[in-house]
């Protein structure tokens, strides 16, 4: 019997948004997956650790995860670490990967996931808060009312984005590209409010264009709604 891979959310930032699932999950088993190479470092692990203290005491796997445009190095590194996990699959045991926010959203552990299951490996997402609701939540401003669409955007990739469609727009992972962003919030004549950080120590709220910093960090979410 193989084991199951789980992508499971711990959140946005905030141990107290982790949900019942995924504190079980992490106390249950004992193979522990976290995005970068020092596990002990990366967010996610604070995030569990804060709330499941035991899981400085299971073997935790490293999963590099780099931050680079090149589509055949990603890919490479992608493949490493889902045949890392194999490893533990085939014995038996069950790996736990826990990420940021919702393992459904931008997560890394969809590219783990595509491997594993066309090698016939069983796979279970677990949902988390993600940092979509939680700074939605964080500014009291509905996303969505009546029957208002909602638009997504990886930011770092759609700085040239035409934002003109009817409904409010959500722009993550904006990096180091928040100056571009915010010329095309700008000219979208959007109302437009930030959090940076959403749920950590370093949260920073900020409820206007021209407050947001322009070298906001990767953690910045932008919600950009029509002018009523």
Known sequence: MKGIAYGVGVGP???????LRAIELIRENDVIAVPG?????????????????EIADKELLPVYMPMIKDRALIDEEHKKGAA???????????????TLGDPTIYCTFS?????????????????????????????SLPLTEWDEPLHV??????????????????????????????????????????????????????????????DAGYFALVIAKETK
């Open 13 to 19: 930032g905030d141990p107290k948004l982790m949900t």
């Open 37 to 53: 190479k020092e596990p002990k470092e990366a967010v996610a692990y604070k995030i569990a650790a804060a709330v499941v203290p």
């Open 84 to 98: 890392l996990l194999k490893t533990y699959l085939d014995q038996g045991k069950n790996v736990v990967y826990i």
């Open 111 to 139: 590219y783990l996931q595509h491997y594993l299951e066309a090698d016939g490996y069983p796979v279970e997402l677990v949902p988390g808060i993600s940092s979509i609701t939680a700074a939605a939540a964080r500014l």
């Open 153 to 214: 955007l990886p930011a770092v990739h759609k700085t040239d984005a035409v934002m003109d469609l009817p409904g409010t727009y959500v722009l993550m992972k904006s990096a180091s590209h928040m100056k571009d962003v915010k010329d095309t919030l700008r000219k979208s004549g959007r109302s437009v409010q930030a959090v940076i950080d959403c749920g950590m120590q370093s949260e920073q709220i900020y409820r206007s264009l021209e407050e947001i910093p322009d």
